[in-house]
């Protein structure tokens, strides 16, 4: 949590409020970058719990996964969800 405070703060991401629209919004996912085994997926929901304007969805469950699977997305405010990266 400490992570996200420093990041977004009471003040926000300053950079992001200088050079990204606040109307953009961005789907992004996480991608395998090798091959292995994915765990702690569930902790997804923990994450999405600390911004309501971020949509998690886990695309795979826990176990085997090769690279360049994507595992989850993350879609809304383009600032919220670099907030959350």
Do not use: C, H, Y
Not at 2 to 23: C, F, H, Y
């Amino acid at each position: 949590r400490w992570g996200l405070e420093e990041d977004l703060g009471s003040a926000g991401d300053i950079t992001s409020q200088a050079v990204i629209d606040p109307n953009r919004r961005t789907t992004a996912f996480v991608v395998v970058r090798q091959s292995g085994v994915v765990a702690g997926l569930p902790a997804l929901g923990v994450l999405g719990s600390m911004t309501a304007t971020v949509s998690l969805t886990p695309l795979q469950g826990d176990g085997p996964a090769e690279r360049g699977m994507k595992i989850a997305r993350a879609e809304g405010p383009t600032r919220d969800v670099l907030g959350l990266e």
